[in-house]
């Protein structure tokens, strides 16, 4: 089972769901490039100005640990990233389970994502405002403790640390990536589990990826937010397991 | 330039144009475009008389028959008079020239023609 | 502290406030925000404060609203993907930036710190929120923010731009320029689609040449006066700057189509300038630079800076690969005109000359080339490449440049590349080159100096050429006129000569041979070598062929007659050094005096005996200083049916084989021909002994006691000479009593097979040799023509089919050989009734 995590945190937001998978599975978490303790210097501008290259990365990991048989477990763009690379390489995966996946977040013609492209955009400016908070650099004087900078790096290598800059890159391609089209490509099955009163994926979205998914289940979660795996580990496991 | 192999003269009302010596690719085209010039206006016969004639290759052959194409077409009457023997009867004859073209006789030919 | 001894008083007690603290009070007037919510965030508890702040009543807030809600868009983001997973994991949250949207819209700027409180079973149960006023300070951040922006984005322009300038000093062409700058506002200013345009001054248009689209620029080739905006923007040389569509399409709406087609809100169009910064006037635009950006934007003033540099950086750059294009253009072409010169040098022979040339023009100058001589009575024309421009109007072109002289390269016409130039030698128009250049590449005009360097070369190669012809045509004519003199016929001897040119034949050779007789009943045969090559060892053999023949007499013999040649050499120097050998044969008695003058010795085949050399009779060379000047000779008797073979060294001698061994296989060749009828045996033995490939001219005379006769003749491609040659032919006929009809037969058939020759084989070459031979046997006379011209099988029209009827006609056996060049054999038997 192969775990990714999605935008604005790190491998550890599995840490409630991992363990309960740990007897039936292989369970192989990581870190996308930027996130966690991945290697900056990995991080390539082209590579990674679109959802393709993070699915590389995926492909890359199955191909040098020779996995088989995975059960993809994608939480909101790594849903996405998962579909991706499915439909590249379909004969690795056995089965994904996509939480709060949306193919799109920017409304359209005949399509609801839930934002518009100026909240995408404040989104992008608040950004700064908040990394302002966790970069290595400013977290003292936002601390207010410029004299005790440890107190800085706790807080940048606590849970979810991310790379400002390619954080806000990863935001930008999260946030306004388009993979409609690739949709019906997939042709492994997927389990859409979707929370009550997301506000990143909302229901339509989840009806829509589920309309576009042939042989897709969609679950409704009785769990709210964005992250049942954080907020509702128990419920998110059950669901899981119940389908694979 | 010409006046070797070709001479123009008159019998009656009938042109004579008299060819001599050896008629072949250098010189004939030259003697077609000289006779073109100074025969088959004045609406008269034309007598091509070609006994002094002592060689007469392909090129020579397509001079006559070009010139008698244009008299035939104009209505001008014309006859060839070639001696009974000889390289240009034998030319003629190979490349097969109408009978009633050909004469052995000037005047009998001049008769004809006027 | 009160283990201190009590020295000091506990004040704790004195600083209590006066009254007592109302934790209720405190709770609703804190000078925060305070909120409880549940774990989903839905608010159960809020204070007056945050209420003052926000503007809203507690009834809108308390069990009815999350607090996710009363964020902005953006923020809502925020809140699911970092804040909500890190309260999970935490149970803590600190300082986290949110702006609250007010019960009016008004946004706060606030900052957010958060606990979760468990139940003593550990699942969360409640959240904690206080909420500051952060206005002040976010204002703080936010100017501290733009300054970090304004420094890193200018940091980055800076590093792009050196990145820029350094891949521009680096690009040596003008392709690469483009692609170094096509790169650059994407690095420096984060554009997104960018396209470079350049000038082509030669064809007055703007060429794509590069583009960040993965598929590279689209061809798109924009003529330098259209109303195009990249056009536009080349001609007045002015930075233009869309910041919106609509801006875009008050000046130039197709800009605005295309900004809509890429999805681009801001669009910049930079003209690639030389001159400094700053600098208008005469400043050249070489070209384009185009970029758009998705968002929409604006410039600074310091990035509208960077982005004149940029254009001014590259305008250099383009300056400089122009002129390194232009340098290293002229070296290859320099270095094409002098390996043309040396390649054409190689050729001798004008038409050779001529297809070399334009063979060399295409591919690497032209797509098409031809080269038209006035040479001869229909000219000459040797092309190349293809397809050539429309016949009608190159025609007019040439006929305009032969009767100019002046070449014509441009032309508005269809055919705007088709080039005509004049290739002149002396003055005189020869000919004219006519090029059409490839599409995409310079144009005739812009080569025009390349092109006038190439045609004065050529114009002269050529004339040279058409010079050696010349000299070559008048050597060879006086050679062949020389050798295929009244030869004697007689009952009593036939001579077979044979003269074959070096098959490289640069120029004529001095070889020749004779045979005349001297008195009725003696007969000299010679075969000699002049020194030297050319028209002057040509007529230097015609001198002395004829000063053999006037000094020859029936009493002097070989020795005095080399006595006197050797004085008449005194006076022509020319033919000093000459070699020869030299016999009289008495026709009455057979007796043979020959005589050598630092020859090969003659080679003489008795009947049932095997050949040898005659070595007696020698001593050096004409007018020789160091050789043996006293001239002595030998007797010999031919017995009937002997071969008295005379040669020159050409056949004997090859680089790769020794003289003596030469001698050998001459010896036994010729014996084993022993018995060849005497017509063709020394052609085969020329072929035999030297083949094809001979270096050197070979001349031989076979000298036999019989009847076998045979006529040569070598005539130009010139029809005025078939009269001649068949005042030739009639006269060897006759004086071997062929009879009247074969014999008008003959000169029909041999006439009209040479005009054939002239007219198809040597079409396009004034200068060919037209071989005829005739043999006669008791029964059969027998014509050979030969040409080495150049026949196409299609161009059998129906003139020369006439001719080719009445040689059918008037001949028992044609046929036709074409190897290189055509040989018609005809044959008739012979009438001896008549």
């Excluded at chain 3, 689209?218 to 109303?227: F, Y």
């Excluded at chain 3, 009608?392 to 100019?404: D, N």
């Excluded at chain 3, 027998?782 to 129906?798: H, I, L, P």
Aim: with cysteine; proline share 5%; hydrophobic share 40%.
């Amino acid at each position: 089972m192969l775990l990714a995590h999605g935008y604005g945190c790190d491998q550890n937001m599995w840490r409630f769901v991992a363990p309960a998978f740990e007897e039936s599975h292989r369970v192989i978490r990581f870190d996308h490039v930027g996130a966690g303790k991945s290697d900056l210097r990995a991080y390539d501008d082209e590579r990674y100005s679109s959802l393709e290259g993070y699915a590389s990365d995926v492909l890359e990991i199955i191909h040098d640990l020779d996995l088989r048989d995975v059960d993809f477990v994608g939480h909101s763009v790594s849903a996405m990233v998962g579909v991706l690379a499915a439909i590249r390489e379909p004969d690795r995966f056995r089965k994904l389970v996509l939480i709060g996946p949306s193919p799109c977040y920017i409304d359209d013609v005949d399509y609801v994502g839930g934002f518009g492209r100026d909240d995408i955009e404040q989104m992008l400016v608040s950004l700064d405002s908040n990394y302002l908070g966790w970069s290595t650099a400013m977290a003292p004087v936002i601390m207010g403790n410029p004299e005790r900078p440890e107190l800085g790096e706790e807080l940048t290598n606590s849970f979810c640390a991310t790379d400002p800059v390619i954080a806000k890159k990863f935001a930008r391609v999260t946030f306004l990536s388009d993979n409609r089209p690739d949709l019906h490509k997939l042709r492994v099955p997927a389990l859409i589990l979707q929370c009550a009163d997301d506000v990143i994926a909302p229901a339509v979205v989840g009806d829509y990826v589920h309309d576009h998914l042939e042989g897709s289940t969609l679950v409704a979660m009785n769990a709210t937010g964005h992250c049942p795996n954080l907020s509702a580990p128990d419920e998110t496991v059950a669901a899981i397991k119940a389908y694979l | 330039m010409t006046e070797e192999w070709v001479t123009f003269a008159r019998l009656g009302r009938t042109e004579l144009v008299r060819l001599a010596g050896e008629i072949d690719l250098a010189n004939a085209p030259e003697i077609g475009r000289e006779i073109q010039r100074r025969t088959g206006h004045s609406g008269a016969g034309v007598l091509i008389d070609l006994t002094a004639v002592s060689f007469l290759d392909s090129a020579g052959v397509r001079l006559l028959d070009s010139l008698v194409g244009d008299l035939d077409r104009s209505g001008t009457p014309i006859r060839l008079v070639v001696g009974e023997t000889g390289a240009a009867r034998m030319t003629l004859q190979l490349c097969a020239f109408r009978d009633d073209l050909m004469s052995t006789d000037l005047d009998r030919a001049a008769n004809e023609v006027s | 502290m009160t283990e201190s001894g009590g020295d000091v008083p506990d004040v704790t007690q004195d600083l209590r406030v006066p009254w007592d603290e109302d934790p209720g009070d405190l709770y609703e007037h804190a000078p925060c925000g305070y909120l409880t919510t549940l774990p989903d965030g839905t608010i159960v508890r809020v204070n007056e404060t945050f209420l003052a702040w926000t503007g809203y009543d507690r009834a809108d807030l308390v069990g009815r609203r999350r607090f996710r809600d009363l964020l902005s868009p953006g923020d809502k983001i925020w809140y699911e993907t970092h804040y909500a997973p890190l309260l999970s994991m935490q149970g803590d949250v600190h300082e986290v930036a949110f702006d609250v949207v007010c019960a009016d819209g008004r946004r706060l700027s606030t900052l957010v710190n958060s606990v979760l409180g468990r139940d003593p079973g550990g699942s969360p149960r409640a959240v904690r929120t206080t909420i500051f006023d952060a206005t002040e300070r976010r204002g703080y951040e936010k100017e501290l923010l733009a300054a970090r922006h304004a420094a890193e984005s200018s940091e980055q322009r800076v590093r792009a731009l050196q990145q820029v300038v350094a891949d521009l000093a680096a690009a040596p062409t003008a392709t690469e320029v483009a692609e170094a700058v096509v790169r650059a506002p994407g690095l420096a200013f984060g554009a997104g689609h960018s396209s470079v345009w350049l000038v082509d001054p030669d064809r007055a248009q703007l060429n794509a040449v590069a583009s960040t689209d993965p598929g590279g620029p689209a061809p798109d080739d924009i003529p330098t006066s259209a109303t195009r905006p990249v056009a536009e923007v080349a001609r007045r040389g002015d930075l233009h700057v869309f910041a919106t569509r609509a801006e875009a399409e008050v000046e130039f709406p197709e800009l605005a189509a295309a900004m809509r087609r890429t999805g681009c809100r801001t669009a910049v169009l930079l003209p690639l300038t030389t001159g400094f910064a700053g600098e208008t006037i005469g400043a050249e635009v070489l070209g384009v630079l185009s970029f758009g950006f998705a968002e929409q934007r604006g410039l600074t003033d310091s990035e509208l800076r960077v982005v004149r540099l940029l254009g001014h950086q590259a305008g250099q750059a383009l300056d400089r690969a122009r002129l390194y294009d232009d340098a290293r253009r002229r070296e290859e072409r320099a270095i094409f005109l002098a390996g043309t010169t040396r390649a054409l040098e190689e050729i001798p022979r004008l038409m050779p000359r001529a297809h070399r040339l334009v063979e060399r023009i295409v591919p690497d100058v032209a797509e098409w080339a031809a080269v038209r001589l006035q040479v001869g009575p229909a000219g000459l024309l040797a092309e190349a490449g293809g397809p050539g421009p429309d016949p009608e109007r190159l025609a007019e072109r040439v006929a305009t440049v032969v009767a100019g002289g002046a070449p014509q390269l441009t032309d508005d016409g269809p055919d705007p590349d088709c080039a005509v130039l004049p290739l002149t030698a002396g003055g005189k128009v020869l000919g004219t080159l006519a090029l059409r250049m490839a599409p995409g590449r310079r144009t005739a005009a812009a080569e025009a100096q390349f092109l006038h360097d190439l045609a004065d070369r050529a114009g002269l190669a050529l004339e040279n050429a058409r010079l050696y012809e010349q000299e070559r045509a008048i050597a060879r004519t006086l050679q062949r006129s020389l050798l295929a003199g009244d030869l004697p016929t007689d009952p009593r001897f036939a001579v077979e000569t044979h003269y074959q040119a070096a098959a490289h034949d640069l120029e004529v050779g001095g070889d020749w041979y004779d045979a005349f007789l001297i008195t009725p009943d003696k007969l000299a045969v010679v075969v000699g070598d002049v020194v030297g090559r050319g028209i002057d060892a040509a007529t230097t053999m015609g001198q002395l062929r004829s000063a053999i023949r006037a000094l020859a007499s029936a009493e002097a013999g070989p020795a005095r007659l080399l006595e006197r040649l050797d004085r008449f050499v005194d006076r022509v120097e020319s033919a000093r050094m000459a070699t020869l050998a030299y016999c009289e044969i008495d026709l009455k008695s057979s007796e043979m005096t020959y005589a050598c003058a630092g020859h090969l010795p003659p080679l003489l085949a008795e009947p049932g005996d095997s050949p040898r050399y005659l070595l007696d009779g020698r001593s050096g060379a004409l007018g020789s200083r160091a050789g043996r000047t006293a001239r002595v000779e030998h007797r010999a008797q031919l017995p009937a049916g002997s071969r008295l073979l005379l040669y020159t060294d050409g056949l004997i001698e090859r680089r790769n084989r020794r003289i003596d061994k030469g001698f050998e296989v001459l010896a036994r060749t010729y014996a084993g021909r022993r018995d060849a009828p005497l017509p063709g045996l020394t052609a085969g033995l020329a072929e035999s002994l030297v083949g094809k490939e001979h270096a050197d001219d070979v001349c031989l005379l076979c000298l036999a006691l019989g009847t076998e006769e045979r006529m040569e003749r070598s005539i130009g491609a010139d029809p005025v000479q078939i009269a001649l040659l068949r005042k030739d032919l009639r006269g060897w006929l006759t004086s071997h009593q062929v009879d009247g009809e074969s014999t008008q037969a003959v000169l029909l058939a041999c006439s009209e097979a040479v005009a054939n020759a002239i007219e198809h084989g040597y079409r396009d070459d004034p200068f060919g040799i037209v071989d005829v031979t005739a043999t006669v046997t008791a029964d059969t006379v027998e014509v050979k023509v030969t040409d080495r011209g150049n026949w196409k099988a299609s161009e059998q029209d129906v003139a020369r089919g006439r001719g080719l009827q009445l040689i059918r006609q008037v001949m028992d056996q044609v046929t036709f050989d074409r190897a290189e060049g055509t040989t018609v054999t005809m044959r008739r038997t012979r009438r001896r009734a008549r």
